[in-house]
């Protein structure tokens, strides 16, 4: 059985003017894993600048930075306490600007993320709230509400949040006295600001100026879907939401009113030179919604989240290429493709684990590279780093993980029904986290591989020697040399990156796509498939067999053809 000729083809005719990001290869850098300067076993700023010759030598365009400000890290620097500076866990501001200079030195830019749902519970904003016990200016930069019940001891709707229990936690005052709830979608150190505020959007239009002035080339926008809460704060009515997200509509998720406050980002970043741009954290329920975060006058970029969660299979994975393809092309953007990053299981572990988890993993980072549109690679999948699943709980620092393990999935509401804690692997928040977030191996026999002076904050595997940078440079095998081949390999050919691809008639569990001047084949299947040789072999995942016109491809593997 072959897959349909009439297959589509993705023209990206009626999209926009071609920019840096609509092709770029972008690499995501979690800080406190990548490179410790100081000893102190956490990444930093300037360990990162020292790695990056690695980035420029893997072939990346640009480089992401989690967050790196002034932050209680209660979720590994997602709860921001000040926006305009850097925590001295990471270094300084002197370290963010040499950063982003060196980066363009070698050629790289730079975007960092920013986190506007929410800032810490230390925040001078949320202290000042928190000191207001009147219901006056500073309450109203956030979600204040008095609780259900003759008390006022029931939180005032039925929200969850995602790391577990309800999104509401009661204050209380100086002599003790329970006051009002406050709204945290994630931890109760994570307070959710009230967009309909006009005060939080010129102090977030301020503080984007202030890191392009720096010279920062774009934000990646963390929980971009979140920021806008349905009117009157309505009930959903059942439980276990997390799982929901990305399935549906929620009245705190995926609200309309997000698109004016992208619009207004858009016409600020247009306003600098050097093309800056702004990239979505988004989960929408369809790809045509995701898609109204990228139209025209909104934001750059979206994360492909149902790439990235598709099981291994040919006709999985095509349609959600199809699908993929067809909403951001109707709006003239690029398409994004990731398969891992900080929030997920390493996708070497999610294909199975081991020799076919990692077979898997390769292919499919060949097939990411060759989609048209722009890839996202997460730091240490150029090594084929498996998710480190055996890590002991005392080591573990995932928001999510520790509620659950301390009981305090009911949040402090009295009496409250919550969810029991258990996240959906939808959302990535599932208290695993850690998992992927383990300090990556650079060098050296024993841990912590070269990753600084002293240990590293999460212990890293033993087996982890024959990954390190160190062991599989040079390796035509290593996985680190299939990717350096692959993105050099991605600049040389002008067929790839962002433009036009066709489907080609393929056996059952085979993909075949078609781009100028280039094919590419994967075999999803657990036995090898046959198939005419379509041109030049340039790269595979795995040794070919070649004889009378057509060509055997291993299971579990994907070669690039040139024609």
Same mark, same amino acid.
């Given at each position: 059985?072959?897959?349909?000729?009439?297959?589509?083809?993705?023209? =990206? !005719?009626?999209?926009?003017?071609?920019?840096?990001?609509?092709?770029?290869?972008?690499?995501?850098?979690?800080?406190?894993?990548?490179?410790?300067?100081?000893?102190?076993?956490?990444?930093?700023?300037?360990?990162?600048?020292?790695?990056?010759?690695?980035?420029?030598?893997?072939?990346?365009?640009?480089?992401?930075?989690?967050?790196?400000?002034?932050?209680?890290?209660?979720?590994?620097?997602?709860?921001?306490?000040?926006?305009?500076?850097?925590?001295?866990?990471?270094?300084?501001?002197? *370290?963010?600007?040499?950063?982003?200079?060196?980066?363009?030195?070698?050629?790289?830019?730079?975007?960092?993320?920013?986190?506007?749902?929410?800032?810490?519970?230390?925040?001078?904003?949320?202290?000042?709230?928190?000191?207001?016990?009147?219901?006056?200016?500073?309450?109203?930069?956030?979600?204040?509400?008095?609780?259900?019940?003759?008390?006022?001891?029931?939180?005032?709707?039925?929200?969850?949040?995602?790391?577990?229990?309800?999104?509401?936690?009661?204050?209380?005052?100086?002599?003790?006295? =329970?006051?009002?709830?406050?709204?945290?979608?994630?931890?109760?150190?994570?307070?959710?600001?009230?967009?309909?505020?006009?005060?939080?959007?010129?102090?977030?239009?301020?503080?984007?100026?202030?890191?392009?002035?720096?010279?920062?080339?774009?934000?990646?926008?963390? $929980?971009?879907?979140?920021?806008?809460?349905?009117?009157?704060?309505?009930?959903?009515?059942?439980?276990?939401?997390?799982?929901?997200?990305?399935?549906?509509?929620?009245?705190?998720?995926?609200?309309?009113?997000?698109?004016?406050?992208?619009?207004?980002?858009?016409?600020?970043?247009?306003? +600098? *030179?050097?093309?800056?741009?702004?990239?979505?954290?988004?989960?929408?329920?369809?790809?045509?919604?995701?898609?109204?975060?990228?139209?025209?006058?909104?934001?750059?970029?979206?994360?492909?989240?149902?790439?990235?969660?598709? &099981?291994?299979?040919?006709?999985?994975?095509?349609?959600?290429?199809?699908?993929?393809?067809?909403?951001?092309? !109707?709006?003239?953007? %690029?398409?994004?493709?990731?398969?891992?990053?900080?929030?997920?299981?390493?996708?070497?572990?999610?294909?199975?684990?081991?020799?076919?988890?990692?077979?898997?993993?390769?292919?499919?980072?060949?097939?990411?590279?060759?989609?048209?549109? !722009?890839?996202? $690679? +997460?730091?240490?999948?150029?090594?084929?780093?498996?998710?480190?699943?055996?890590?002991?709980?005392?080591?573990?620092?995932?928001?999510?993980?520790?509620?659950?393990?301390?009981?305090?999935?009911?949040?402090?509401?009295?009496?409250?029904?919550?969810?029991?804690?258990?996240?959906?692997?939808?959302?990535?928040? *599932?208290?695993?986290?850690?998992?992927?977030?383990?300090?990556? =191996?650079?060098?050296?026999?024993?841990?912590?591989?070269?990753?600084?002076?002293?240990?590293?904050?999460?212990?890293?595997?033993?087996?982890?020697?024959?990954?390190?940078?160190?062991?599989?440079?040079?390796?035509?095998?290593?996985?680190?040399?299939?990717?350096?081949?692959?993105?050099?390999?991605?600049?040389?050919?002008?067929?790839?990156?962002?433009?036009?691809?066709?489907?080609?008639?393929?056996?059952?569990?085979?993909?075949?796509?078609?781009?100028?001047?280039?094919?590419?084949?994967?075999?999803?299947?657990?036995?090898?498939?046959?198939? %005419? $040789? &379509?041109?030049? =072999?340039?790269?595979?995942?795995?040794?070919?067999?070649?004889?009378?016109?057509?060509?055997?491809?291993?299971? *579990?593997?994907?070669?690039?053809?040139?024609?």
């Amino acid at each position: 059985m072959t897959q349909d000729l009439a297959s589509p083809v993705h023209d =990206p !005719s009626a999209r926009r003017a071609a920019g840096w990001w609509r092709s770029a290869v972008i690499y995501q850098v979690y800080v406190r894993s990548f490179a410790d300067s100081d000893g102190d076993g956490v990444g930093d700023l300037r360990g990162v600048r020292d790695r990056l010759p690695h980035l420029a030598e893997l072939g990346v365009d640009a480089v992401w930075l989690t967050p790196f400000y002034a932050s209680p890290q209660a979720d590994g620097g997602y709860d921001v306490a000040d926006y305009r500076s850097v925590d001295p866990l990471f270094g300084d501001l002197s *370290d963010a600007d040499g950063l982003v200079r060196e980066a363009h030195r070698l050629g790289l830019r730079v975007i960092v993320d920013i986190v506007p749902n929410h800032t810490s519970d230390q925040h001078a904003w949320f202290r000042a709230a928190l000191a207001d016990r009147h219901g006056g200016p500073a309450r109203e930069r956030y979600h204040f509400r008095p609780g259900r019940g003759e008390r006022g001891q029931f939180p005032p709707n039925d929200w969850e949040s995602v790391f577990g229990g309800p999104a509401w936690t009661r204050t209380a005052g100086a002599d003790g006295a =329970p006051g009002e709830w406050y709204l945290h979608l994630f931890a109760p150190e994570q307070p959710d600001l009230n967009w309909d505020n006009p005060e939080v959007a010129r102090e977030f239009a301020s503080v984007l100026r202030f890191w392009l002035d720096l010279g920062v080339d774009g934000f990646r926008i963390d $929980v971009a879907h979140g920021m806008v809460k349905a009117a009157g704060l309505p009930d959903i009515g059942r439980g276990e939401q997390a799982k929901m997200i990305g399935t549906q509509v929620l009245p705190f998720f995926d609200q309309d009113g997000v698109h004016e406050i992208h619009r207004s980002w858009r016409r600020l970043l247009d306003g +600098y *030179d050097g093309e800056r741009i702004g990239v979505a954290e988004a989960w929408a329920p369809t790809a045509e919604r995701l898609a109204l975060y990228v139209r025209p006058d909104e934001l750059h970029q979206a994360f492909n989240f149902q790439f990235l969660l598709c &099981p291994w299979g040919a006709a999985a994975m095509r349609e959600v290429i199809d699908e993929s393809l067809a909403a951001t092309g !109707s709006v003239g953007a %690029p398409a994004t493709w990731v398969l891992s990053n900080h929030d997920v299981v390493r996708h070497t572990t999610r294909y199975g684990g081991g020799e076919r988890g990692l077979r898997r993993a390769r292919a499919a980072s060949l097939l990411m590279l060759a989609l048209p549109g !722009s890839a996202y $690679v +997460y730091q240490g999948e150029e090594l084929g780093l498996p998710e480190v699943e055996d890590l002991p709980d005392e080591a573990r620092r995932d928001p999510a993980f520790l509620r659950r393990a301390s009981g305090d999935s009911a949040g402090g509401a009295e009496g409250a029904e919550g969810a029991e804690g258990e996240a959906a692997e939808r959302s990535g928040q *599932d208290g695993t986290r850690d998992g992927c977030r383990v300090p990556i =191996p650079w060098s050296g026999d024993s841990a912590p591989y070269g990753f600084g002076p002293g240990g590293s904050w999460l212990p890293q595997p033993a087996r982890w020697r024959e990954l390190s940078v160190e062991a599989q440079s040079g390796d035509p095998r290593s996985t680190l040399e299939l990717y350096r081949s692959a993105l050099a390999l991605r600049r040389a050919l002008p067929g790839l990156g962002d433009g036009p691809m066709e489907w080609l008639p393929a056996p059952e569990g085979v993909l075949a796509l078609s781009r100028p001047g280039f094919v590419c084949t994967l075999n999803t299947l657990a036995a090898e498939a046959e198939l %005419p $040789v &379509p041109g030049r =072999p340039v790269l595979a995942t795995a040794p070919l067999e070649f004889g009378g016109g057509a060509v055997r491809i291993p299971a *579990d593997a994907c070669v690039w053809w040139a024609v």
